[in-house]
């Protein structure tokens, strides 16, 4: 199942993408010849039942775990067929990640948090802190820069690991059940914070999920099942608005 976008080019795709785990009689294969296209501006839901392979794809797609067989690309840029040191830079570079856990380190206050990646990348310190800030106030949390996890809730973690990839200016935002953890508040702002910068950044995100509260915030919805899409929403009128 493939589906077009009327006006412009998608950002990240992929073609013929297959994927197994296991070997022989415990051979279970996650992705088949799946194929797939994703545009900046616009917020996408993978969705699926447990198992059907929604984090997977993820994974592929963000040039975290090689497929079978199939390539993505960039734009025009083939991201399996890079040599791995430079597929490492363009992770750091155009991908950005959120992971269900946070993964914030305990000692780091807010603002350290979003600022590491920036300055580990090369940027300076006060670049990193400027951007780190400013990051800090488009999630709501201009008041917290100085707090660390511990004195934080878990949709406030959420939005500093939001700030923290948001602060990369990525191609492509990647969130892996970014509201598993969240209550049905904290899971509103955050998704709306994500198709926020969808919109406001042109950037285009990728959030694999199982909650049906969050399907009204996307332009897409993709359903996968079987080791392919089963069902996909096109392109919501929300995106003319």
Known sequence: MTITHPTRSPILRAHGLSHAYGEAATRSVVLN???????????????????SGKSTLLAVLGGLLRPDSGEVWLAETAVWKMAPT?????????????????????????????????????????????????????????????????????????????????????????????????????????????HGIARSHDTCVIAVTHDPRLMPHAERILTIGDGAIQDAQPVSERIAE
């Open 33 to 51: 010849d799946m194929s797939v296209q994703f545009w900046p501006g616009e917020l996408t839901l993978i969705m699926g039942a447990s198992g």
């Open 86 to 194: 430079v597929l490492e830079k363009l992770r750091f570079e155009r991908f950005a990640y959120i992971f269900q856990g946070f993964n914030l380190f305990p000692a780091l206050t807010a603002l350290e948090q979003v600022a590491m990646p920036l300055y580990l990348g090369g940027t300076s310190k006060k670049q990193s802190t400027d951007r780190a800030q400013a990051a800090l106030v488009e999630v709501g949390l201009s008041a917290h820069t100085n707090l660390r996890p511990t004195e934080l809730s878990g949709g406030e973690k959420q939005r500093v690991a939001i700030a923290r990839a948001l602060v990369m200016e990525p191609a492509v935002l990647f969130a892996d059940e970014p509201t598993s953890a969240l209550d049905s508040v904290n899971s509103d702002m955050a998704i709306r914070l994500l």
